[in-house]
Structures are given as structure tokens and as C-alpha cells.
């Protein structure tokens, strides 16, 4: 089983900054982690290559410090890394993410599975996991919570609903998007940290993946932003205190208002 | 203090850490109230490599060395040595193999230890047998190519939960404490049993059982080393194990001193915090003297047998007594800086006190310790 887990460097959402001149968020000078939902779609990936045998490849697409969340994924367990980075991929929307991201897989070659988290804690548009499947030509599964089983051939596997979940099996190749009940993510080994401090990644550029400069970086994505904003508190909250008759007696002043 | 590790060490710590603090101090609470062995804790220390760190790297493992070991079980025990001791004890029932066992016994079993399949146990105490270990009544019998034994180990240390037991028997009582061997014997022999978990003071989530022998008979090449030099063997693997009690001793002090410095900067009584008062200030100093002198000693000692394999015993009696005395003490003044709220089991500290109590008596007693050291002294000016 080959399996490639897209990996994304997110800033920690403990402390996020937008750049006000481009409305982008500004990753200067802020910690830097692997995206949360990724963390659980690399130990799913893991889990099946010990259980199927294979192999884990982690695929990132970033600026060059982005080898960090390659190396946090060999320590956990996967066999390769490849980074995705050209200074024309900046500004990517998700079009052009899962364009480059598609591109980067044909050159890296054959797959059975594609891992991806549902979505970036940054952006969090949860689209280029679907939006590399249809790159791909290949079905997909979004927001998986439980893979029930898993062979050569297929896997079964839940996915999570608004009002609880669908039971899906897909045979391979597939893409798949996990959310976080899926597993608990797997402390580095020793072992891993020591191969991870050793690895060389592969590092791609637009030109190794023959990519099609009119739909790469902020040039070949149909989406700007047009502006980012801190939505307005809301207006007119209340807060009601006193026992319980009290407050019920409060409320329906209130709402008595509207009748 | 800066110590000056290496990568490979800094390595160890963190992932020590990590497990510590994401895995360990959210559940142990719960494992303590529970008596609940922390077996899912244990999976995921072994997925990060931990039970590989004592054994030698043809076996699969991260090549030994004490202070390695003693670096994990620092981590450890800052969250919960009573899982920290589980793991410890695992390391203690396969250093009888590592210390004296064949080729044929270290690839069989030091290998599932090292990939965390298995783990192990170690069976000396018995009922009349504990400081005193020449007193033990199990035998070994050769019986054709079997060994038979018969007996019962008392307090052995992941009894239930392991899968590879290490015990001693008597196989020759005329010889005294030279008529000791050592025996391998596995989780689902016939003829063994483990008994019902004890009901302890603290390290609730550790499990403490009997080992009871009834003709168990295991294949002839399960002896450790060749018949008699069992008594060796135990000493050499108690003086390998010790730093690391030492260790879980350094685990709780540094967790004291945490719990004890943060709750006096936040409590504030005659309308200041209680860390201004010179009182509970001098307490905190002293509690803060005690760890970093233990540390220096015990990272000096593992140093030391790393370096000096045949020099142990005293060094290891040595940062044994005195981290654990001073994580007895740091544990019962951490209580008393937090006064009510440091008795209460809402905080950590009141498990650290009874958990820290076990350190000075298990492993050898701390007295047997000083006696060790006495001993010791009595040979060197003998010279």
C-alpha cells in the first residue's frame, strides 16, 4: 500500500496575525506547527502501512522552513518526505493548491491512497482535499471519524454527518479527509527524531513538476481576497441575573416587547 | 541547571516529556483513584521507543546506559511514578537477561521488550524474603530437561500485566545465597499464577501482585547465567535499576516544587501573595537546594556507571538514598506550603506524598542502601 499524506505548516492558532496590507496571515515571527487535522490523517496513514505494510510518503507545499512539518512526520512514523516550493506558488488559493499539489503527485508516481486533514486551521476552507481528488480523478471521502476496515482492495469507513454518520467503502485509489475523532496522534519515537534529524527531502519547484505557470500562485488562482475582517461584536446582549423566577420574569418583559 | 546533554539525550527527554505531559498528567488522577494499570500510557511509550532505550542495540534497542534511562524516568515521574515505576520494572526484569543471560534468551526476549510487543517483571521479595533475599524459600528443580518450580514471589511489580517474568529460585539450599539461579518464566506457563492486585498507600496505577508456583515447569535453557550465580546476577541488576529510582525521585521533587512555587504565587493570605512571606520562601529555597543537589548527584552516578560498569554499587546506593529521602521530604513541604488545599486530593501533591513513600523502601530499603554504602566504605580502607 503507498500511501501520500498532504501535510500543511500552519501558524499556531494561539497567536495569529493578519498582514494588513495583504490581508494574508502574517507567519513572521509565529510558531509554526503541522496542521492539527494532518496530525490525525498521518497516523491513520501510518496505522494502515503497519497494519497492510507499504509506505507513507508526506507531501508539503511551502516555503522552504516548511521541511519542519516533514521531518515532525518522519519522526511519527512515515517513510518519505517531498516538498512542493517555488516562490511563483505564493498567494495559491485552493485551486491552484490542489493544481500544484496534483502535479507533485503525478511526478512523484503511482499511490493508492491520498490522506489529507479536513481542513487547515489558516484557512480553513476544508477544499483542497476534494479539489486534489477531482485534480486527480479519483473519488473522495470528507471528514472521516472512524475506518471500520481496511484491506487490499477497499476500505470501509465512517463519515461524519450532521446527524451522525454514513458508512462508505471505496476502493482504491481514493483521497480521503479526516477530522480529528479519528485517532489520537502518536508521540514521536526516538527512533524517528533520529531518522528525521538525518533525512534529505526531495524538494520540487514548479519547472520539476511541470507545472503550467498560468495556474500556479496568486496568478492562477480565480479566488482573491478581497478583504479579511474581525466580524462586529454582536449588539444587544443580555445578561440576566436573580433566581431562576426572577430571571424568567425578566425574560418575558422582554420578549413581551416583540409580541 | 545545565547539564549539558547530548542531542541524542535531549532527544530522550523530550519525548519523556511529552508523553509526561499530554498523556500522563491529564489521566493519572483518575488511575490513582482507580487502581487502574495505565496500559493504553504504556502503548504509547513504547510506540515512542522508551522501552527501547535499556537494551543493547543488537536486540533491537537504543544501547542501554543508565543515565539514559535515568533521563526518561526523570519525565516520568514527574507526572506519575506509579507509571513511571511500571515502566521501571520492566527494565528491572530484563536486566537478569541483559546482565547474564544466553544469546539464545536475549534474542527470544529482549527483542519484543525493545519494540514494546512485550514487557517484563522482576521476582525476588517473598514473604520471608525481602531485605534479607538469602531467605528465599522458591526452588528450582531439574527435572529431566525441565526446571520445576514451586514457591510464591510476594509484591512483584507488574505482576498480572506482564508477559515475561524474570525469578529467582533456590536450586541448591545447602549453597546459601550461592544456591540462587535466576529463571525465565512466561505469562501462561503452566503451573504459574499471578494472585489478586494489592491494595497500596500510592503508585496505585503500577500493579503489585503475588507470582505463585505450583509445579511450574519451564523448558531447562530458561535459566539466566549457569546455576548459582543467581545471587550475582540480582545484585548487578539492582545496582543497574537503582539510578533509575533515584530518578523517579528527581520526577517528583521537580513536580513539588512546581505545584508548591505556582500555588504560592497565586494564594494570597494577609494581602499579599504567600511567596512574599519569608517563611514559605526559606521552605521553597531548601525544597529547591535538596532537588538540584539529588540531580547533581544522580546524573553523576548514572555518568559514572556508564563509564565504570564493574564500579556501581556504592554510586548507586548512593544517589538512591538521597533522592529519595529528599523527594520524601520535598513531598511532605509541598504539602505544607499549600497547607488544606496541598491535603486535598483536587491537587497533586497529596498522591506525590503518598506516592513519594515507596521510593525509600522499595528497590532495597534505604536503610539496606546505607549499609550497602557502609560496607563499601569498610572494604576501601581496608585496602
Known amino acids: ?259 | 541547571m545545565d547539564y549539558f546533554l547530548s542531542e541524542e539525550q535531549n532527544m530522550i527527554v523530550e519525548i519523556a516529556k511529552q508523553i509526561t505531559d499530554e498523556r500522563i498528567i491529564p489521566q493519572r488522577a483518575e488511575l490513582d483513584e482507580k487502581d487502574e494499570f495505565p496500559r493504553e500510557i504504556l502503548k504509547s511509550m513504547a510506540q515512542a521507543d522508551l522501552f527501547a532505550v535499556p537494551i543493547p542495540e543488537e536486540y533491537g534497542g537504543l544501547g542501554g546506559g543508565c543515565f539514559n534511562i535515568v533521563l526518561a524516568l526523570e519525565q516520568l515521574g514527574r507526572g506519575c511514578i506509579g507509571i513511571g515505576t511500571a515502566f521501571a520494572a520492566s527494565a528491572l526484569g530484563v536486566y537478569p537477561i541483559i546482565i547474564a543471560g544466553s544469546d539464545e534468551l536475549k534474542e527470544k526476549y529482549l527483542t519484543s521488550v525493545a519494540s514494546g510487543e512485550k514487557f517484563a517483571a522482576f521476582g525476588l521479595t517473598e514473604a520471608n524474603a525481602g531485605s534479607d533475599a538469602s531467605g528465599i524459600q522458591t526452588t528450582a528443580v531439574l527435572d529431566g530437561d525441565e526446571w520445576v518450580l514451586n514457591g510464591t514471589k510476594q509484591w512483584i511489580t507488574n505482576g498480572g500485566e506482564a508477559q515475561i517474568y524474570t525469578v529467582v529460585a533456590i536450586t541448591d539450599r545447602k549453597k546459601g545465597a550461592r544456591g540462587a539461579s535466576i529463571f525465565v518464566v512466561e505469562e501462561g506457563d503452566a503451573g504459574f499464577t499471578c494472585g489478586p492486585k494489592e491494595k497500596k498507600m500510592g503508585i496505585r496505577a503500577s500493579s503489585t501482585t503475588e507470582l505463585i508456583f505450583k509445579d511450574c515447569r519451564i523448558p531447562k535453557n530458561r535459566i539466566i547465567g549457569r546455576p548459582g550465580t543467581g545471587f550475582i546476577t540480582v545484585m548487578k541488576t539492582l545496582d543497574s535499576s537503582r539510578p533509575g529510582i533515584a530518578a523517579l525521585g528527581l520526577g517528583i521533587g521537580q513536580a513539588c516544587i512546581d505545584e508548591a512555587t505556582t500555588y504560592a504565587k497565586q494564594r494570597v493570605q494577609f494581602g499579599k501573595p504567600i511567596i512574599s512571606f519569608q517563611a514559605v520562601q526559606h521552605m521553597l529555597a531548601d525544597m529547591a537546594i535538596q532537588l538540584e543537589a539529588s540531580r547533581a548527584l544522580v546524573y553523576s552516578a548514572a555518568r559514572h556507571i556508564d563509564a565504570h560498569p564493574k564500579d556501581m554499587s556504592k554510586v548507586s546506593s548512593m544517589c538512591k538514598v538521597m533522592a529519595t529521602d529528599m523527594a520524601m521530604k520535598v513531598s511532605i513541604d509541598a504539602v505544607q506550603v499549600m497547607g488544606g488545599y496541598g491535603y486535598m486530593r483536587e491537587y497533586p501533591v497529596e498522591k506525590m506524598m503518598r506516592d513519594a513513600k515507596i521510593l525509600q523502601i522499595y528497590e532495597g530499603t534505604n536503610q539496606v542502601q546505607r549499609n550497602v554504602i557502609g560496607q563499601e566504605l569498610n572494604k576501601e580502607y581496608s585496602r
Open chain 1, 1 to 259: 500500500m503507498k500511501i501520500i499524506v498532504c501535510v500543511k505548516q500552519v501558524p499556531d492558532t494561539k497567536d495569529v496575525r493578519l498582514d494588513p496590507e495583504t490581508n494574508t496571515l502574517a507567519r513572521e515571527g509565529v510558531q509554526s506547527i503541522m496542521n492539527p487535522y494532518d496530525q490525525h490523517a498521518l497516523e491513520e496513514a501510518v496505522r494502515l502501512k503497519e497494519q497492510l505494510g507499504g509506505e507513507v510518503t508526506v507531501l508539503s507545499m511551502g516555503p522552504p522552513q516548511a521541511v519542519e512539518v516533514l521531518r515532525q512526520a518522519i519522526s511519527c512514523g512515515a517513510d518519505h518526505g517531498v516538498l512542493v516550493s517555488d516562490r511563483s506558488f505564493a498567494g495559491a488559493d485552493t485551486w491552484a493548491t490542489s493544481y500544484t499539489l496534483a502535479k507533485a503527485i503525478h511526478k512523484i508516481g503511482g499511490f493508492d491512497l491520498i490522506l489529507c486533514g479536513k481542513q487547515a486551521i489558516d484557512g480553513d476552507t476544508a477544499q483542497v482535499g476534494p479539489g486534489l481528488a477531482m485534480q486527480l480523478e479519483i473519488p473522495f471521502v470528507t471528514c472521516v471519524q472512524k475506518v471500520r476496515e481496511a484491506n487490499d482492495h477497499e476500505l470501509v469507513m465512517e463519515r461524519m454527518m450532521d446527524d451522525g454518520y454514513d458508512v462508505v467503502a471505496v476502493s482504491y485509489p481514493a483521497l480521503l479527509t479526516v477530522v480529528k475523532d479519528l485517532n489520537v496522534p502518536r508521540i514521536p519515537s526516538l527512533k524517528g527524531k533520529m531518522k528525521a534529524k538525518k533525512i534529505e527531502f526531495t524538494v520540487l519547484s514548479a519547472a520539476d513538476i511541470g507545472a503550467d505557470s498560468a495556474c500556479i500562485g496568486l496568478a492562477g488562482s480565480p479566488t482573491q481576497v478581497v478583504n479579511v475582517f474581525p466580524p462586529p461584536p454582536r449588539a444587544g446582549r443580555a445578561i440576566l441575573n436573580g433566581t431562576i423566577d426572577e430571571q424568567i420574569e425578566q425574560l418575558v418583559e422582554k420578549l413581551a416587547v416583540y409580541l
